[in-house]
């Protein structure tokens, strides 16, 4: 099929050879398993279990809350031990609220599993909250409830459902090997979304360094002539949702705006996955592929692991390093961020475990910017990183915010050029967590404002109901001091009148 | 087996392999031939003037960043340094004597670049800068070139002889030449026509290799090429301003030529005389002194260009690249300011796409 330009963009050694050849195996029951209530974005899933009590696997731990939230189950069978804090999967180490599991090594399903015989005999809703149900996440890394994209058609007028099997990050060969070695259950995955969706256009984009992946997944989707297999150049942020959907319509997203906004939705294959196995088995997503990889791992693989599992019972599956590495990453090389420790647990969002060495990452020491403007050959959304820079170090952050910062897409092209190894992310990162830190700190002003506003109108009305309940009080009183002086009046004037009380007595 | 990583920093956790110590020594690798030729053809005065000028911008480098208190091995070692004097040495007549060079190194170093700030920091070109104020302040040096007399040759001047050329102050009147630029214009200037002057003194082949009277590395155009291209290859610079410098000229040389053809010389003999390849392929590409963006850059060859053409034929000096790229270097700031990339989502004038009649707006 035809495909688009986009600009920009950069091409780094994707070293997916590590492995990309190997085939995904499954990761024996740790001993414990560690699963925080949030592992998407929205509002964090509320516990629905107590401490010592059993469960079955696929067992609901925590239950969504809100609009945006999906609900956590649990990922094999045994006893909770506890309702509790544990250190997140986030470079700041913080802990987070997470339910403890320690596995019976039974792996026994809850025997409320169920799956549909005919998914696609349901309605697009009953399949967006069978999806909703079972706890599906965006699996390319953004963790976004998947039932909530499944819904967009009643808002927007969407036409296309595009499968973003780029995977652009170097190293990273989890979506690979699924399309590879599962690709029928992939396509099926796709169809179930489709039909939710209400689309007939289907279109799996897989850049050329996955031949095989493309290959398979072509003879999977021979099954349905509304798919289309793009073969994409390998470039990226090719993943990037809004690159990818230029890249195979032409047309830009508008700023600010979703895919939706042009017709499109974008879905992960890994979710596709996730997806077959809920509607077809009733399976709610307890486990996922993970690629473990870069030069510190003895044994570069592929593993389908339990959720909660912590980093350093992968690594040791994985035969443990064979150097100290420089860097432990969650995610791709690009895009991933630090991970503080191998204690914390593995979450939906945690496509990839790298532990790099020094070599790998190319860290040099930081020179002056030399204004080269390579960083700006290589961004993909038309930015002028340098210049964005400049003004957040000199701490002119609405500066950077008016040459266009809330455009970034955060890929980190920019950095990943730079000649003088300027970190340009960590500046445009640390410029968009204050300008949000100050819109917050603005709002909660303005709604502070309301609330005093609020109260002193109250006190007025306080004020004003006391006053005219004074007033009222005081025309009573002189009222009732008018009437008593009218009676005295008239007792006075009955006094003049002797006779007829004397009568009357 | 617990690992502890050190402080959260963001990615990317990968890197192209570059640096800015090889973006500059790329650069002078693309000078080597062009140098070598120029040094081989001008003989022993000039590679004292090239090491004297090399040697003024190093101790330049190293005294400023020492009154600045600032690391001297860091910024030494990035090259940005040598670059300025070598290119500013390939700018000088080849047998000036060794204070022009110091002299020279000192200004582009410190009056260019460090006052600014250093690297990365500076308006203007320092070579450039260096020229120009040389050639203001000495123009009876800046302006005394020799024919090629090639290094071992019958009538090259000796070790000693050239020392006492570049160290001692001794006149050359034997060799003195005039570069084609100066000379077409001395005597367009005593009301020669065109087609007398150029047949005696330029053939466009030996105007391309480079064996005519000229500054130090500026002669041979092809050689300079080849360098131009080599960066290009590497992508150290990208086409948009050597070409539209370029073509600008070419242009605006043809017309003039076919206009009036006695006076005003064809597009050849503008781009391979006087400093046309240096400047479009290695001062005007200057990162530091040029605008960012792609049609910005687009914007300020041309103007390199024109500014160019319109000194050579109707301002007072015979060859007019440093003065253009000054002028146009102080227009960057303005251009990157008005001149910048379409955002993504976005039309030029910063507000959000909009697709009309869609049924996709039903939002």
């Not at chain 1, 432990?328 to 790099?356: C, E």
């Amino acid at each position: 099929m035809k495909l688009f330009k986009i600009r920009g963009g950069v091409h780094p050694d994707d070293r997916k050879r590590l492995a990309s050849e190997q085939p995904i195996e499954t990761l024996p029951l740790p001993d414990l398993l560690h699963i925080p209530l949030q592992q998407h974005i929205g509002a964090p899933a509320s516990p629905a279990v107590r401490r010592g009590q059993r469960v079955a696997k696929g067992d609901l731990l925590a239950q969504g809350q809100g609009m945006i939230s999906a609900p956590v189950h649990a990922p094999t069978s045994g006893r909770i031990m506890g309702v509790g804090q544990y250190p997140a999967h986030h470079a700041s180490g913080l802990s987070v609220p997470t339910i403890t599991l320690q596995p019976d090594g039974e792996d026994r399903w809850s025997d409320a599993i169920q799956g549909v015989d005919d998914p696609f005999a349901l309605e697009p809703e009953a399949i967006a909250a069978r999806v909703a149900a079972a706890g599906i996440v965006g699996l390319g890394g953004a963790t976004f409830p998947s039932a909530v994209k499944l819904d967009l058609r009643k808002r927007y007028t969407i036409q296309t459902l595009v499968i973003n099997g780029a995977e652009c990050e170097p190293y990273l060969t989890c979506d690979d090997r699924l399309m590879r070695e599962h690709s029928e259950a992939v396509i099926d995955g796709i169809r179930i979304m489709a039909q939710a969706l209400g689309v007939t256009q289907i279109v799996i984009g897989i850049e050329d360094n996955k031949p095989q992946a493309q290959a398979a997944m072509a003879v999977a989707a021979s099954i349905d002539p509304n798919i289309r297999i793009a073969r994409l150049p390998t470039r990226y942020p090719m993943g990037s949702e809004k690159h990818l959907v230029q890249t195979l319509t032409g047309r830009e997203t508008p700023a600010r705006g979703l895919t939706a906004d042009i017709g499109v939705v974008v879905h992960n294959p890994a979710t596709a996955f996730a997806v077959h196995e809920a509607l077809r088995f009733g399976y709610p997503l307890v486990a996922r592929v993970v690629t473990v990889s870069g030069s510190a791992i003895s044994r570069p693989a592929n593993v389908r692991v339990p959720l909660g599992t912590r980093v350093q019972d992968l690594i040791a599956h994985c035969g443990g390093f064979k150097e100290e590495p420089t860097r432990l990453i969650s995610g791709g090389p690009m895009m991933g961020q630090p991970l503080p420790s191998t204690r914390v647990p593995m979450v939906k969002g945690s496509n990839g475990v790298l532990a790099l060495t020094a070599a790998e990452t190319g860290q040099s020491d930081v020179r002056p910017c030399i204004r080269c403007a390579t960083c700006v050959q290589a961004c993909p959304c038309g930015l002028v990183p340098l210049e964005m820079v400049a003004h957040i170090h000199a701490g002119d952050l609405e500066g950077a915010v008016k040459r266009g910062l809330m455009d970034c897409i955060g890929c980190g092209s920019c950095a990943y050029v730079c000649p003088g190894h300027i970190p340009l992310v960590q500046f445009l990162n640390h410029a968009k967590g204050e300008m949000a830190a100050r819109g917050r700190s603005k709002q909660k002003q303005m709604e502070t404002k309301r609330l005093a506003e609020q109260r002193t109108a109250r006190m007025e009305a306080i004020k004003r109901a006391k006053r005219e309940q004074m007033e009222q009080r005081k025309r009573e009183m002189a009222a009732r001091k008018k009437a008593e002086a009218e009676a005295a009046q008239q007792a006075a004037a009955a006094t003049t009148e002797p006779v007829a009380s004397e009568t009357e007595s | 087996m617990r690992i502890e990583t050190p402080a959260a920093q963001c990615g990317p956790f990968a890197h192209d392999l570059v640096s800015i110590p090889r973006t500059m020594g790329l650069v002078i690798l693309a000078l080597v031939p062009a140098t070598l030729f120029g040094l081989v053809q001008f003989g022993w005065p000039a590679i004292w003037l090239f090491l004297a000028t090399l040697a003024g911008a190093l101790l330049a480098e190293i005294l400023s960043l020492w009154l600045a208190g600032k690391p001297i091995r860091p910024d030494l070692s990035d090259g940005t340094a040598l670059l300025t004097g070598w290119l500013l040495a390939m700018t000088l007549p080849p047998w000036a004597p060794w204070w022009i060079g110091v002299i020279g190194g000192l200004l582009a170093i410190v009056v260019a670049k460090q006052v600014f700030g250093g690297v990365g920091q500076n308006l203007f070109n320092p070579a450039m800068v260096a020229r120009v104020a040389l050639l203001i302040a000495f123009p009876a040096e800046m302006t005394r070139f020799v024919a090629p007399t090639p290094l071992f040759s019958a009538e090259a001047p000796g070790l000693v002889e050239s020392l006492g050329i570049t160290f001692g102050g001794q006149g050359f009147d034997a060799f003195t030449g005039a570069t084609v630029l100066g000379q077409v214009r001395t005597e367009l200037g005593q009301g020669e026509m065109l087609a007398n002057i150029l047949p005696d003194l330029y053939a466009p082949f030996s105007g391309a290799v480079g064996t005519v009277a000229g500054s130090l590395g500026e002669t041979s155009a092809l050689l300079l090429l080849l360098g131009g291209v080599f960066l290009l290859y590497k992508r150290v610079i990208t086409w948009h301003i050597p070409v539209s410098l370029l073509g600008t000229i070419a242009v605006l040389a043809t017309l003039m030529h076919l206009i009036d053809p006695a006076h005003y010389a064809g597009a050849l003999y503008h781009l391979v005389s006087g400093a046309t390849l240096l400047g479009a392929f290695f001062i005007a590409t200057d990162p530091v002194t040029s605008p960012v963006s792609a049609r910005g850059q687009l914007l300020f060859g041309a103007g390199c260009g024109l500014l160019i053409y319109v000194i050579r034929t109707w301002a007072g000096y015979p060859e007019g690249v440093a003065f253009a790229v000054l002028l146009m270097n102080a227009c960057a700031p303005l251009i990157d300011h008005y001149v910048k990339p379409r955002v993504y989502g976005r039309d030029r004038r910063g507000q959000p796409l909009e697709y009309p009649n869609d049924a996709e707006t039903s939002r």
